[in-house]
């Protein structure tokens, strides 16, 4: 069984390793810039360049950031693992449910309790977080984090690095561009442009002054 190098070491990473964990994989350790606290039988192997000592033939690497809005440094984080020659292992905790008629490319992680169902599409290093659901044929664009509790509806477009907050829901066709944080809570009844922050009931675009936390 090929082992995997953990990419991070706060709590995005210990959610990422307990899904890992229950699929029985092994993990070798973990990267950081600094020692975090995932626990004695993950050791602490250094900082990415670390990676430089690996045979990319050997292991698979996991993304262990999350996003709290912008999805930026998840996304540069994978790219920098993918140009050293390294691929990306998917982690679907065995209490997710992915339907087979769905599509997960490489890198994404569905998380305890999260749902795809039937043809929906999850692009590269998406992560469907803990009880979050994406209905059919739902587009997830890649680096695109969809947090827990967030409900997608069907034939919705998400486009490349979105981020949708906690327990947001967006309604049946809505697009959401590339670059758009959806805010916690938020109820999206209408197209999102790219680069958007939006918030509310209904959601509604904030000034960039206002979008320290969403």
């Given amino acids: 069984m090929t082992e995997l190098i953990l990419l991070g070491g706060g709590g995005h990473a210990r959610s990422v390793l307990a899904a890992a964990r229950a699929r029985k994989l092994i993990v070798r350790g973990y990267l950081a810039p600094e020692a975090g606290d995932l626990g ?13 000592a690996l045979d990319p033939e050997e292991v698979l690497f996991v993304n262990g950031l999350g996003s709290t809005a912008a999805t930026t440094a998840r996304q540069e984080l994978y ?12 982690i679907v905790h065995p209490r997710g449910f992915v339907d087979p008629r769905s599509r997960l490319e490489s890198g994404v992680q569905v998380l305890a309790g999260a749902f795809v169902n ?12 803990s009880g979050a659901i994406i209905e ?8 695109s984090h969809v947090s827990p509790g967030a409900v997608v509806a069907g034939g919705v477009r998400i486009g490349d690095g979105v981020h949708v907050g906690l327990g947001a829901r967006v309604i049946q066709g809505v697009i959401l561009g590339s670059g758009s944080v959806i805010g916690a809570g938020a109820v999206v009844i209408r197209d999102v442009p790219a680069g958007a922050v939006v ?6 675009a904030i000034e ?7």
Avoid: T
Avoid at 136 to 143: E, F, T
């Fill in 40 to 52: 004695v039988d993950c050791p602490y192997l250094g900082d990415d360049d670390f990676l430089g």
């Fill in 136 to 143: 059919h044929d739902v587009m997830v664009g890649a680096h």
């Fill in 208 to 214: 960039s002054e206002k979008r320290e936390a969403v």
């Fill in 79 to 90: 790219e920098r693992a993918i140009a050293r020659g390294f691929h990306a292992a998917q």
């Fill in 199 to 204: 918030v509310g009931v209904p959601a509604r």
């Fill in 118 to 129: 039937s043809g929906a599409v999850v692009g590269e290093n998406a992560l469907i977080n």
